[in-house]
């Protein structure tokens, strides 16, 4: 590509040529629509119009870093969760689609005619907290994580999308709860094999590590929030945990063992299973 004004058809072909992977239709227009400033959909209705200098700058500097690894999200600063517009630094983890189905499995039992405690432990941007906040406005809902630097981010999407009924505390996994009891507790806690190759491969290797890896089964997170969680669960409160696709068995005996009944595993939109709940 050079310095020429091109249309914004033209520059999103020659970026898939450039970018070359499986997700190179989407990155290219997911990049390019926030350049514009515009949404994706404005891509489709005006593939003739051509696209500013500065623009198109941009653009070409995002691809060359994009070519490099960095996550669309890093560079856009920006990724969509429950329809939601989040923030994304490299301090949190970049929330995923199959944790949209932790949240609608969530749904299912939080009631909309009431309020209820909601606790998200290790929220990264957010994003479980803040899809729950805008679907149930009467809750009230404390989120925490032991990093600074990710509240922080998340205390800033609460406030630009106005969700106001959502707490931030820091603080390591029942920590913060200090002797409050919740209906629901939610987590998406690192559940990946400290040894695993995908922490070195693709978009991941950029995010937080401390967000990713959890000893050597990857289950050292949900072992220790599955313990404490029991203790401050309301009489019937539901305790809801995202995991990996192959340690579905083994959270389902951390539950038990934990006391938690009418333990199950539900499977993601994927058809993986990702999501166990159980109550005490
Ligand atoms: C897999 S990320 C999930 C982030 C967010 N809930 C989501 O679904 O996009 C796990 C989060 O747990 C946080 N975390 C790691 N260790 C923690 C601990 N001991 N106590 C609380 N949060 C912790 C990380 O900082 C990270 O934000």
């Not at 970018?19 to 390019?32: F, M, N």
């Not at 559940?191 to 289950?219: F, T």
């Not at 934990?258 to 058809?271: F, L, N, P, V, W």
């Amino acid at each position: 590509m050079n310095g020429t004004t091109l249309s914004i058809k033209t520059l999103l072909a020659q970026a898939v040529q450039t970018l070359a992977t499986d997700s190179a239709q989407l990155d290219a227009e997911v990049l390019l629509a926030a350049c514009l400033g515009k949404p994706r959909s404005h891509l489709h209705a005006w593939p003739e119009r051509c696209v500013g200098a500065e623009q198109q700058a941009q653009f070409l500097a995002w691809l060359q870093r994009r070519t490099a690894g960095e996550p669309v999200a890093h560079l856009t600063g920006r990724r969509e969760f429950w329809s939601l517009d989040l923030t994304v630094t490299v301090d949190t983890l970049i929330p995923r689609p199959e944790t949209e189905s932790m949240v609608a499995l969530a749904l299912e039992k939080i009631p909309d005619d009431r309020s209820a405690h909601i606790a998200d432990l290790g929220t990264g941007t957010g994003a479980i907290a803040l899809a729950i906040a805008s679907e149930r406005p009467n809750a009230e809902i404390l989120a925490t994580d032991i990093s600074a630097r990710a509240l922080a981010v998340a205390t800033q999407n609460a406030q630009r999308l106005e969700l106001r009924n959502v707490q931030f505390v820091a603080g390591s996994w029942c920590v913060p709860l200090t002797d409050r009891l919740f209906d629901f507790i939610l987590s998406n806690p690192p559940y990946i094999a400290d040894a695993d190759p995908h922490l070195q491969a693709g978009d991941v290797r950029h995010e937080p590590r401390s967000a990713l890896a959890a000893g050597p089964q990857g289950l050292d997170d949900l072992q220790r929030l599955v313990r404490c969680a029991a203790g401050h669960l309301a009489g019937n409160g539901w305790l809801i945990v995202e995991h990996g696709y192959d340690q579905g068995d083994r959270v389902r005996q951390l539950f038990t063992g934990s006391g938690y009944r009418d333990i199950s595993d539900h499977m993601d939109d994927a058809g993986i299973s990702r999501v166990t709940m159980g109550r005490k």
